[in-house]
């Protein structure tokens, strides 16, 4: 998904700070979980849902690294890109936050 449809998509300018594009992404996930969302059938929601978390990978990986997403990645079909993004989209459901910095991943000093 190019950086401009997927701030469209999110409500937001791609010039929006971390904080914008992550309260958006949360709002719409939020609104358009499929167990969550009343407005559409499921098959819409989850549609719209996958969409919105899309949007989100594709403006934080353009924010992190300036270049946009491989359109002809291998993406998952729940629309994570892999099971880190996925841990990522559960720690800001649940309002979790990661430090400035942190990856995820384990680094190699034992610690």
């Known amino acids: 998904m190019k950086v401009a449809a997927a701030a ?20 719409l ?3 358009w979980h499929p167990d969550k969302c009343k407005e559409a059938p499921r098959d819409a929601a ?4 996958q969409e919105i978390n899309q949007a989100f990978q594709a403006l934080s990986h353009w924010k992190e690294t300036g270049a946009e997403l491989d359109a002809d990645a291998d993406d998952a079909p ?21 430090p400035a910095g942190a ?3 384990r680094g190699g000093d034992g610690g």
């Open 29 to 31: 996930a939020i609104q």
């Open 78 to 98: 729940d629309g994570f890109v892999d099971l880190a993004e996925m841990l990522l989209f559960f720690e800001f459901m649940m309002g979790g936050r990661r």
């Open 8 to 27: 469209q998509v999110l409500g937001v300018k791609k010039e929006d700070g971390e904080q914008t594009i992550r309260a958006a992404y949360r709002r």
């Open 46 to 49: 989850t549609t719209r849902f």
């Open 103 to 105: 990856t995820g991943e």
